[in-house]
T-cell receptor, first 114, second 112 residues
Framework: EPEVTQTPSHQVTQMGQEVILRCVPI?????FYWYRQILGQKVEFLVS????????KSEIFDDQFSVERPDGSNFTLKIRSTKLEDSAMYFC????????????FGSGTRLTVV | QKEVEQNSGPLSVPEGAIASLNCTYS??????FFWYRQYSGKSPELIMF????GDKEDGRFTAQLNKASQYVSLLIRDSQPSDSATYLC????????????FGTGTSLTVIP
C-alpha cells in the first residue's frame, strides 16, 4: 500500500526560528495538501498545491508560511518565524484526482514551539 | 462560515452493537463527504466516502447521505473494541472543491 511519508516525526524549535516540514507524497498523485491539528482541536486546512503552484489557501496560511515542491518527490512546508501557537500536528496529504476520493494522509509531524 | 458539526461524544457501545455517528454541514454546495477514523496521536485514516443521496455500504460500515437535510451519518455494525477511536466527518468546500472542512470528531468507545 503506497504511503505518504513525513519527516521528522517530532520537531522542537524555539520561538522565532524557521522550520521546514518535509513530505513525500504518493508518487502518481497530483494534488498535495498541508493540514494542521492543534491538540484537542479539529483538523484544519492550510494549503493545496497543484501543478507547481498554490491552488487554495486558508486564512491560517499567512506570509509566515510557504510551500515548495523542490524536486519530483518532496513537498515541503516552511514556517519562517515560528510562534507558540504554531505548535500542532502537521499532516501532509495527497490525492490523484481532487474531489473524487478522500486524501491519503501522512503520519504527521508534531511541531512543538518553545 | 462553513461549518461541519459533530456530537463530540463520548459515545459508548457494547461489543457487537451498532454505533451510529452523525454529522451536519452548512455548505449546500458541498458535493463529497468523507468519514475518517483517527486513533489518538495518529493521522486520519479514510474509512468511506459518499457523493449521492442514500446509503453506501462497505463491509461493516454504512454511510448515509441526505443532501436536503445536509446530514451525513456513519453506521458501524458489529462494533469491535478496535473500532474505538475518534471519527471525523469531512466535507469538500472551496473554489476547486478539493479543500476539506473537518468536524471536531466523535469519540467512540466499544466496550468488550
Amino acid at each position: 500500500e503506497p504511503e505518504v511519508t513525513q519527516t521528522p516525526s517530532h520537531q522542537v524549535t524555539q520561538m522565532g526560528q524557521e522550520v521546514i516540514l518535509r513530505c513525500v507524497p504518493i508518487s502518481n498523485h497530483l494534488y498535495f495538501y498541508w493540514y494542521r491539528q492543534i491538540l484537542g482541536q479539529k483538523v484544519e486546512f492550510l494549503v493545496s498545491f497543484y501543478n507547481n503552484e498554490i491552488s487554495e489557501k486558508s486564512e491560517i496560511f499567512d506570509d509566515q508560511f510557504s510551500v515548495e515542491r523542490p524536486d519530483g518527490s518532496n513537498f515541503t512546508l516552511k514556517i519562517r518565524s515560528t510562534k507558540l501557537e504554531d505548535s500542532a500536528m502537521y499532516f501532509c496529504a495527497s490525492i490523484y484526482l481532487a474531489g473524487v476520493n478522500g486524501y491519503t494522509f501522512g503520519s504527521g509531524t508534531r511541531l512543538t514551539v518553545v | 462560515q462553513k461549518e461541519v458539526e459533530q456530537n463530540s461524544g463520548p459515545l459508548s457501545v457494547p461489543e457487537g452493537a451498532i454505533a451510529s455517528l452523525n454529522c451536519t454541514y452548512s455548505d449546500r454546495g458541498s458535493q463529497s463527504f468523507f468519514w475518517y477514523r483517527q486513533y489518538s496521536g495518529k493521522s486520519p485514516e479514510l474509512i468511506m466516502f459518499i457523493y449521492s443521496n442514500g446509503d453506501k455500504e462497505d463491509g461493516r460500515f454504512t454511510a448515509q447521505l441526505n443532501k436536503a437535510s445536509q446530514y451525513v451519518s456513519l453506521l458501524i455494525r458489529d462494533s469491535q473494541p478496535s473500532d474505538s477511536a475518534t471519527y471525523l466527518c469531512a466535507v469538500n468546500v472551496g473554489n476547486t472543491g478539493n479543500q476539506f472542512y473537518f468536524g471536531t470528531g466523535t469519540s467512540l468507545t466499544v466496550i468488550p
